[in-house]
């Protein structure tokens, strides 16, 4: 895989991560009978940011790659 596809890779990665977060809150409030946005907000707290900071450094990755790609041509 040359080095643009693996920026793309890297940065599709990183979406899938920050939406998993969401998708997990929303699966842990499923049980809910009333939403509002503090409540959401109180479970995206529980999911954590371990979610947030791989997401970050893999869009991170990704974005290096792709501006080495372009250097290289």
Not at 28 to 42: C, I, M, P, T
């Amino acid at each position: 895989m040359n080095k643009r596809g693996a920026g793309v890779s890297f940065c599709f990665m990183a979406t899938i991560l920050f939406s998993i977060r969401y998708i997990s809150a929303a699966i842990f409030g499923s049980g809910v009978s009333s939403w509002d946005g503090g409540l959401f907000n109180a479970m995206l707290d529980y999911t954590g940011s371990t979610l947030i900071i791989l997401s970050v450094i893999s869009l991170g990755v990704g974005i290096v790659y792709l501006i080495m790609a372009e250097r290289e041509k």
